[in-house]
């Protein structure tokens, strides 16, 4: 059975740090990896996916990395704002549909 | 709008009533997912719709959860005789056709409460 973790559970960090958030996975066999953002009260929002053939995505001050034979992730953030404070979740596809998701990093950027 | 959308936002209800959820698509999705999420906890997926069957309800909890699409586009998903244990944020999202280089688009949810 799949299981995903997330560490730290929870970080605060001052503005204009670099931070990692980690995940990892037990199961090696799935097609891809996506990292979300979710804010209180709110919905999720997709940041990067990365294909289980690919090492690696980045948008914008975002960068994801994915290691499958390891089952790791990081999902990096540059740069780091007030307007980074959300939860970040990170979610393994397994066969075609079906996401199991990790309970999340709780991050809060001060200013 | 452009997103999915989700009714109600929230709804308290009592232990034994009957709910329905409901769910809006993005226009032209065929894949629809429900997720529930609970207080500190990742959302678990419950179901996945292709067009109007479904195609894997692997995780319904039990026979009081339900859900239909009936004309591919809005779902509704049914709790019978809710429980206390029920109250979470149902999530809803759709992707284009369910193809795994897709992102899947989520609503913003509906919180529910048993008493």
């Known amino acids: 059975k799949q299981e995903v973790t997330q560490i730290p559970a929870a970080l605060s960090v001052p503005e204009g740090e670099n931070l990692v958030l980690n995940c990892s996975f037990t199961?090696?066999?799935?097609?891809?990896l996506q990292w979300f953002r979710q804010d209180p009260g709110k919905g999720l929002t997709s940041l990067l996916l990365?294909?289980?053939?690919?090492r690696e995505q980045t948008s914008g001050r975002l960068n994801a990395s994915l290691d499958k034979s390891s089952g790791r992730s990081t999902l990096y953030i540059a740069a780091s704002q007030p307007g980074d404070s959300a939860t970040y979740l990170c979610?393994?596809?397994?066969?075609?549909?079906?996401?199991?998701f990790g309970t999340g990093t709780r991050l809060k950027v001060l200013a | 709008g452009a997103g999915v959308s989700q009714t109600p936002s929230n709804k308290v209800t009592e232990k034994g009533k009957y709910v329905e959820l409901r769910c809006d698509p993005i226009?032209?999705?065929?894949?629809l997912y429900w997720y529930r999420q609970s207080l500190g906890q990742g959302p678990e997926f419950l179901i996945y719709?292709?067009?109007?069957?479904?195609?894997?309800d692997s995780g319904l909890p039990n026979d009081r959860f339900f859900a239909v699409r009936p004309e591919g586009s809005v779902s509704t998903l049914k709790i019978q005789r809710t429980e206390r244990g029920d109250s979470a944020v149902y999530l809803c999202?759709?992707?284009?056709?369910?193809?795994?280089?897709?992102?899947?688009?989520f609503g913003p949810g509906t919180r529910l409460l048993v008493l």
């Open positions: 999202a759709s992707s284009l056709a369910g193809g795994e280089e897709e992102t899947q688009y």
């Open positions: 199961d090696s066999a799935i097609y891809n």
């Open positions: 990365i294909q289980s053939s690919q």
């Open positions: 979610a393994v596809r397994m066969g075609t549909y079906k996401y199991i």
């Open positions: 226009s032209g999705h065929t894949a």
């Open positions: 719709f292709q067009g109007t069957g479904a195609a894997d």
